[in-house]
């Protein structure tokens, strides 16, 4: 075997060679480390898609329920504005007309938002373990209006307002 040049223009090509190598390992580790993949198994992923199989779950109850009563699932109401899903700033609380303390109240357990992509929402309310929305009647009352905040409820032309319980875990983390 020949060798062209010497030792010094060898040694010169490995140096060459070793860096460019050096670059390409550098290049490769640092397209990973700025887009890492998602996590399949993580537990943030998880809750995510539970809570999404959870929604659609919902969502197909109450076109199901709708069905039964003869309402149109689409006939909620287009004119609606679309809402964010997270208020910018501190939601205001309605104010309280004062309650009585002899009259018991449904249990808030929650505040559902269905937003559809590009399309009206719907704000509904887990009271007493079922899912109801405004203008329906649970145990006498009527409900008003639901908010983030909480509820409204009216009978015999009093109203009362009932807070949504505080969130211990959002799938948004407060982003």
């Keep these: 075997m020949q060798i062209f040049g010497g030792t010094r223009r060898l040694?010169?090509?490995?140096?060459?060679?070793?860096?460019?190598?050096?670059?390409?390992?550098?290049?490769?580790?640092?397209?990973?480390?700025?887009n890492p993949p998602l996590p399949a198994n993580s537990s943030a992923v998880k809750?995510?898609?539970?809570q999404?199989?959870?929604y659609q779950a919902l969502e197909d109850r109450l076109?199901?329920?709708?069905?039964?009563?003869?309402?149109?699932?689409?006939?909620?109401p287009a004119s609606e504005p679309r809402r964010e899903s997270r208020?910018?700033?501190p939601?205001?609380?309605?104010?309280?007309?004062?309650?009585?303390?002899?009259?018991?109240?449904?249990?808030?357990?929650?505040i559902l938002q269905i937003v559809a992509p590009g399309g009206p929402s719907?704000?509904?309310a887990m009271i007493d373990g079922g899912v109801r929305g405004?203008?329906?009647?649970?145990?006498?009352?009527t409900i008003e209006r639901i908010t983030a905040a909480g509820v409204a409820f009216g009978r015999d032309g009093r109203r009362w307002f009932v807070p949504a319980p505080e969130v211990p875990f959002s799938v948004d983390q407060g982003r």
């Design 47 to 50: 809750t995510a898609l539970s």
């Design 122 to 124: 719907r704000t509904l």
């Design 134 to 141: 405004e203008n329906d009647q649970i145990s006498g009352f």
């Design 91 to 110: 939601v205001a609380e309605p104010a309280r007309p004062s309650m009585a303390a002899d009259v018991p109240l449904p249990a808030v357990n929650g």
């Design 52 to 54: 999404w199989h959870a």
């Design 63 to 76: 076109a199901r329920k709708a069905e039964a009563i003869g309402v149109m699932w689409a006939s909620w």
């Design 11 to 34: 040694a010169l090509g490995a140096f060459i060679l070793a860096g460019l190598l050096l670059i390409g390992f550098n290049v490769a580790w640092l397209t990973r480390l700025l």
């Design 87 to 89: 208020p910018d700033g």
